[in-house]
């Protein structure tokens, strides 16, 4: 697989931007604004004008369409525009990669991965649709209340946690490492609010097994990346953060209707994690830090299972806080605090956590980390990971 | 409530009538649900609405708390199953657990179709519920 047909150092993130993360609804601009924002951040933060930018890759049905953006950018040409299918964080990984596809294809040469949040302006996910009748799948799921994303998901979750004896500490676990690391990162949205193991225990359940504190917040905001090929990112400013490799997919008949699925409880993962190692050249252990999606803490506990972390009968030993929390732990998660407590934004802020980390910027900095990766979307197929590595990591 | 292009009429009208009814191939015999235009392990497209055993076990569940449409307000919580047929290739359904909403629900257990009318509905359709049945 490595080789001409992998994007292996062929690539790399020479930029990031975002905007104040605010609670959703709170944003003081349209979506719009945010995402020209973001992309401006990202543009000199890499260096670059703006009218530098050729191409645009997003995910999860993303409003800011790609002409508009190049008209309000003033860009020269727009040569890609891409849209990875899907909706929540799963495309986030997918896009850069994507992106990425593009610019060692020579379609592009400068692409900016972003995506948009304005939430008073728009519809919430964790909300129920509004109407009345349904049809085709959504009638099979929406009479029974099975509606909102953690009631579509804790049935997979339930399933692996009675399969491998896993105890809610677990979950807990991951919940307890991202506000930790909120606590350091000034931008995050719960900076300021810790979260105690006792206020975990008794916060209230949304969906069994899912407590308020395993599911992420909805937020407004922007974030943008911006890619160029390894060669143009050894001239510019900062640091680059290389594509080591990027996968995405589901397994077999994943999205069979009814939750017909034949491999039910999982994050998905359990074909695609294979590829990004392949691809990559690298297993597990060469991984000094991972930004796993939180959209429930269930979710990153089959990712990080059926990316080879541990086994799943490890989960409860694995799964501890001090385990979990940068410097020290053994795998430092969630380094901002991510979609629970930094930002949900879209997953998006996991790949910018994932570049400071390669620069030692992190305000959780794990020391020394050349590799991280980062893990979109857990269960909402078709799932995306990717890895990045310094320069040193090639 | 039936999808507009006719896909799962079938098992609307039978739940209507009291069978629970799913697909099933008439070249390779495989049983499939959710419904789909060909069979997913021959390809065929000769796909028959076949009566299976309203029998099952809970596969997974969750019990909701937290009410997501203004219709669930102050209706909570409740549980889902999700059950699997054995009889019927061991595809899987889902439906509310009736009783008790606090109840434990143990994974595994032996449970039985409910046929619940909402005859008021426009149009009338019935959801096929489940109840936990001695082992």
Known sequence: MRGARSIRGRVAVVGVGETTYYKHGR?????????????????????????????????????NDPSRLAAALGLPELRFSNMQWGGGGRGGSAAVGNAAAAVAAGYADCVVVFRALAQGQFQRFGAAPPGGAVSGEAALTFPYGLISPAQRFAMRVMRFMHDHRVRPEAQRAIALASYHHAQANPRAVMYGRPLTPEAYDASRFIVEPFRLFDCCMENDGAAAL???????????????????????????????????????ASASFTTVAPHLWETAGLGPKDVHVVQSYENFTGGVLMSLVEHGFFAPEEANDFLTPENLIAPGGRLPLNTSGGNLAECYMHGLELQIEAVRQLRGESTSQVPGARVGLVISGPMVTPVSSMLLGSGDAL | MPEPDGLDRPYWEGARAGLLRVQRC???????????????RCLGAALDWVEVAPRGRIYSWERAWHPVHPALKNHGPYIVVLVELPEAGGVRMIGNLLGDPTQPVPIGAPVEAVFEPHDEATPPFTLVQWRRIAP
């Open chain 2, 26 to 40: 008439r070249g390779c015999r495989e049983f499939q649900w959710g419904p789909e235009w060909i069979c997913h």
């Open chain 1, 226 to 264: 911006v890619l160029v090929s390894a060669e143009r990112a050894r001239d510019l400013r900062r640091p680059p953060a290389y594509l080591l490799g990027v996968a995405q997919g589901s397994e077999y008949r994943n999205a069979a209707r009814g939750h017909n699925a034949p491999t039910y």
């Open chain 1, 27 to 63: 944003a003081p601009q349209p979506e719009f604004a945010l995402a020209l924002q973001a992309i401006r951040r990202a543009c000199d933060d890499a260096g670059l004008d703006p009218r530098q930018v050729d191409g645009f890759a997003s995910y999860s049905n993303d409003r």
